[in-house]
């Protein structure tokens, strides 16, 4: 139970920021949001405020923001068409009622001879007795009504189209941009929470670093005259280079001084490998500017390795093992909260940062495929054609539904390996 209590609420806190930062800079935008939907499937709860219906909703397995514009609109009036217009103190109509007028008393049908509700918010009709035509003003925020549910009407200003690119393409990178935001933070509280590791070390008795000379306290500054800003990188330096001569460069009570080792050979079965090492462990510290530091650093960190194992495609040892989908997820929520807190929100962040790279791929439906329409368009200097958008955007999400199905199942069989 604390499993699935774990993988809601960290899937729920990444998608809710992830849908948030479209949000936040679509609306400041101008740009009309017509649902803020936290899942996917049937409405659990709903409720509206600013012209927004905010939603959360049965799978916990993503969620989106729908921006007036981005599709073309379900609701279409022509001329002939009769609708019921009901009006507020000012004769301005503020909603349509475009089917099950009986249920409508209230509301005025008339026979459509004109209709704007894009630019110029009007409607015309012809007067039965008089013939003439009259003329209705269209409130900004009329409500269509379509089988009983309403839905604001968008003017051309309130639509992603009319915005400026560099605004449209803010809504679009928000939402990855927030997801980094939020994994940086959660970094900088775990490293200043939990302390992390220094380049200040206490030697292992016996170890070729004692024997060197070192001494709890030195803090290594370099390995063969390479800066080692922090103790992963320090490690690194190290564990590349097995039974080789070093020199170690060190300050102690203020002062540099470098010794020369020859590092020992430690095996690691998990990745068929030797890395070198001269027997050390850190000392930690807890102080906010060294979390800020570390926490760059973990985060470039997770923000790159999902490139490394992309690189495998083009050497052939790419695996979709390497690949997991909500199942492997949840596996690894569980190991996470085995673990302790400290790893279930390290996992939280390496899942933000990831979902925020992912996001921005250059694949239709995603994020990073909306933004290279954009380019596109800045480089054409008009739109690419609504028809064609949406025939690449759905192809572009089928495929990644098809990847997302490959992807689980490939999960739901390592479970019965």
Known sequence: MNTLLAFIAIFSVLVFVHEWGHLYFAKRAGILCYEFAIGMGPKLFAFERNDTIYTVRLLPIGGYVRMAGEEPEQTTIRPGYEIGLVFDNQQKVTEIIINNKSKHPEAHVVQVEKIDLIHELFIETIDDETGETVRYEVHEKAMLVQDEVAQINAPWHRQFGSKSLPKRAMAIFAGPLMNFILAFIILIGLFWGFGYNTNQISPVEGSVAAESGL????????????QADEWQHLVNLISERPNEEITVTYERDGEQQSVTMTTDTDYVEEIDTERGVIGIAP??????????????????????????????IFTGEFSLDYISGPVGIYNFTDAAVAAGLYNVLWFAALLSVNLGVINLFPIPALDGGRLMFLGYEAIRGKPVSPEKEGAIQFVGFALVMLLMIIVTWNDISKLFS
Request: aromatic share 8%; charged share 15%; glycine share 10%.
């Open 215 to 226: 001494m709890e306290g030195d803090t290594i500054v370099a390995v063969n005259g390479e």
């Open 283 to 312: 000392m930690r510290a807890n102080d906010f500017l060294g979390a800020v530091s570390n926490a760059g650093s973990e985060f470039v960190m997770m923000a790159t390795s999902i490139f490394d194992t992309l690189a495998l």
